[in-house]
């Protein structure tokens, strides 16, 4: 009898582990609607065996429990040379060095990902879910970085394995002060740049994500822009986030190179032992604004295909301009054959693509309008320019906000009264044109008289014969 309850006691718990852990039938897929609009945060670091709140201790790997004995998450043994870590796919000793998953085994891209970033399931770019873990390779613009850096709206390049991030490079398109705020035209200023917000621009309130206005900003402001460039070269934010390090920077095309004399997107770019570079080139710009020159401290030539060729199948995002290359059109900073897909690619439209490099060349396969998704706002995020409160209804101190000197309190900048557009006038109604006079049939002309005939001239008389001469 008691032997008959332990199987069924245990057929019940392999029942119910089965049912904990396998994934329903046809889930709904977390980056339809755009994805949650900040990371999930755990207590433990799933994957990895670390506790949240202590990450240099070792754990059992999917929990963030601390174990008796230390050892490699996910398998509790000691690591050897050129193995790679279980449950985290870094070799031991070189974090930036990608691997599989619970195996250590290396392995390598094959797709690429270059787009806005929508929400968080792991995250959504592109339409599509990539995991990463808080050990994935992270840049921002060519720094190291980590992935508690990535936010909404941001522009990132992803290098995946399968559905699985192997590195993520964020990318912006300028940083440094705002030098005009346009209310009209919704435009920010920046580094001689016309940066355009619209109702998908995200930027960071001291609550979390909400969606940018071109009021919240002021001259003098230092921020950063991640988004798109048009045919006009002007920036379509997708993010404008402020930033704490004075520090001045742009991404943008050569379009001018005549011995000292550099122009890249408009804007003058003076300084020491730049690099030899050609009209056409991609480069990023970091160094120091004097108002009417970006004094150049290093000078980065982008590569010409996305994540340097390595990865065949690549899906992009941007807005379809010019390109320098004859016979191509640049998506998102991306020289590209139309393809088969030429109808759907015009100049100046926002598009998602799939490409593939053949021979050296992005050729695109197929190609979609890009209606970008404004994930649903947040409950607790409160209307643009209110206090944050507490519950007890006191204002509270918000993370990151700015207090002038001597104030206690959340005293950041007065709040501003929000100018309102002048509504346009009624159209006048324009008096009916009075109808067209008909004017009068010309008489017709009368007929000339016929001409007399000619009267025959007489005939003349013959002349006589000449004597002959002696």
């Known amino acids: 009898m008691i032997a008959d309850l332990r199987r069924c006691a245990a057929a019940c718990w392999i029942a119910a582990a089965a049912i904990a852990f396998a994934a329903p039938v046809g889930a709904a897929d977390p980056c339809a609607d755009g994805g949650r609009l900040t990371p999930l945060v755990t207590d433990g670091i799933g994957g990895t065996g670390r506790s949240g709140s202590d990450p240099d201790a070792e754990g059992i790997g999917g929990t963030g429990l601390l174990p008796t004995d230390d050892g490699i998450a996910g398998t509790g043994a000691h690591a050897s040379a050129g193995d790679g870590i279980g449950g985290t796919g870094h070799a031991d000793g070189d974090p930036d060095e990608g691997g599989i998953g619970g195996t250590g085994a290396s392995r390598e891209a094959d797709a690429g990902i270059v787009g806005v970033v929508t929400g968080f399931a792991s995250i959504c770019v592109g339409g599509r879910e990539i995991h990463y873990d808080p050990e994935t390779p992270v840049s921002v613009d060519d720094r190291r970085g980590a992935t508690s850096s990535l936010a909404v709206g941001q522009v990132v390049e992803v290098a995946a394995a399968g559905d699985s991030a192997l590195s993520i490079r964020v990318r912006h398109e300028v940083e440094g002060v705002v030098a005009a705020v346009d209310i009209e035209s919704n435009q920010l200023t920046v580094l001689d740049q016309k940066v355009s917000l619209n109702a998908t621009t995200w930027t960071e309130s001291p609550t979390g994500p909400a969606l940018a206005e071109v009021s919240m900003f002021e001259v003098g402001d230092r921020v950063r822009?991640?988004?798109?460039?048009?045919?006009?070269?002007?920036?379509?934010?997708?993010?404008?986030?402020?930033?704490?390090?004075?520090?001045?920077?742009?991404?943008?095309?050569?379009e001018r190179v005549d011995g000292s004399d550099l122009v890249v997107s408009g804007v003058r770019i003076g300084g020491d032992d730049l690099p030899k570079m050609r009209v056409g080139e991609r480069v990023r710009v970091a160094g120091r604004w004097d108002g009417a020159t970006l004094q150049a401290q290093s000078v980065v030539v982008q590569p010409k295909l996305p994540f340097e060729g390595r990865i065949e199948r690549v899906q992009l995002e941007g807005i379809v301009r010019p390109s320098a290359v004859e016979g191509r059109i640049d998506i998102g900073g991306i020289a590209?054959?139309?393809?088969?897909?030429?109808?759907?690619?015009?100049?100046?439209?926002?598009?998602?693509?799939?490409?593939?490099?053949?021979?050296?060349?992005?050729?695109?396969?197929?190609?979609?309008?890009?209606?970008?998704?404004?994930?649903?706002?947040?409950?607790?995020v409160p209307p643009r320019g209110a206090v944050p409160q507490a519950p007890g209804g006191a204002a509270v101190d918000a993370p990151g906000a700015r207090s002038a000197p001597g104030v206690e309190g959340p005293a950041a900048r007065p709040d501003r009264a929000r100018v309102e557009r002048p509504r346009a006038p009624k159209q006048v109604r324009r008096p009916a044109r009075p109808q067209r006079v008909v004017r009068p049939q010309r008489p017709q002309r009368p007929q000339r008289p016929q001409r007399p005939p000619r009267p025959e001239r007489p005939l003349l008389p013959e002349r006589p014969n000449r004597p002959p001469r002696r």
């Open 336 to 380: 590209v054959e139309r393809g088969r897909s030429a109808s759907s690619l015009q100049i100046g439209r926002p598009v998602r693509v799939e490409a593939r490099i053949r021979r050296g060349i992005a050729v695109v396969e197929r190609a979609a309008p890009l209606r970008p998704r404004v994930p649903p706002r947040r409950s607790d």
């Open 225 to 254: 822009v991640g988004g798109f460039r048009d045919e006009r070269e002007s920036i379509v934010a997708s993010r404008v986030e402020s930033l704490d390090v004075a520090r001045d920077g742009m991404r943008g095309v050569v």
